[in-house]
């Protein structure tokens, strides 16, 4: 149990387009989804936290208006990056908890942005 | 907010050794501590996690410790096989959970 599926798994766009990232929770229902940067050999750098049916909550530094994030249904999450530039590129990956603030995060698989 | 330091940010162990990887948080209302193994390209995975009501937890090789008034834990990975070859990284959390570093451990032969 407990699958979080993202797609697309790798993408590679022009400078100045936007890319839709969709993050799913298969078998669970996901009031809340966090989205991760993850730089080549890095951490994983929090972005921001979508909550379902309002406004996602924005880490310090993170523009919320290139990365844009909308929690339309309890199993769906999507982070849009606009007007992407080559330094957005990286891996962005989605997760989900099962249960309250006290349990497991699970991730999707990723998605590697490389913007040209 | 939560500040996370990990150390080493890399280990090298000879296979059968142990390997310990210490983590440091800054919020002391932090109250839930997973770790997660990360392989090269796949998604990060909970290996263990030990809540704030608890001072140390075991699953078969792997423990984790933790002392709330000092506010560190540790990743414990005893008899280690190249298969635990990874990274890892430790994190907090209050309702966000924030990741250390992590830490990229080598299994020798």
């Known amino acids: 149990g407990a699958v979080v599926s993202q797609h697309p798994s790798r993408v590679i766009c022009k400078s100045g387009t936007s890319v839709k990232i969709e993050c799913r929770s298969l078998d669970f229902q996901a009031t809340t989804m966090f989205w991760y940067r993850q730089f080549p050999k890095k951490s994983l750098m929090l972005m921001a936290t979508s909550n379902e049916g309002s406004k996602a909550t924005y880490e310090q530094g993170v523009e919320k208006d290139k990365f844009l994030i909308n929690h339309a249904s309890l199993t769906l999450s999507t982070l849009t990056v606009t007007s992407a530039h080559p330094e957005d590129s990286s891996f962005y990956i989605c997760s989900a908890r099962t249960g309250n603030v006290n349990s497991p995060l699970h991730f999707g698989n990723g998605t590697r942005l490389t913007v040209t | 907010g939560e500040n996370v330091e990990q150390h080493p940010s890399t280990l090298s162990v000879q296979e059968g050794d142990s390997a310990v990887i210490k983590c440091t948080y800054s919020d002391s209302a932090s109250n839930y501590f997973p770790w997660y193994k990360q392989e090269l390209g796949k998604r990060p995975q909970l290996i263990i996690d030990?809540?704030?009501?608890?001072g140390e937890k075991k699953d078969q090789r792997i423990a984790v410790t933790l002392n709330k008034t000092a506010k560190h834990f540790s990743l414990h990975i005893t008899e280690t096989q190249p298969e635990d070859s990874a990274v890892y990284f430790c994190?907090?959390?209050?309702?966000?959970?924030?990741f250390g570093k992590g830490t990229r451990l080598h299994i020798l032969p």
């Open positions: 030990i809540r704030s009501n608890v």
């Open positions: 994190a907090a959390s209050d309702d966000k959970i924030i």
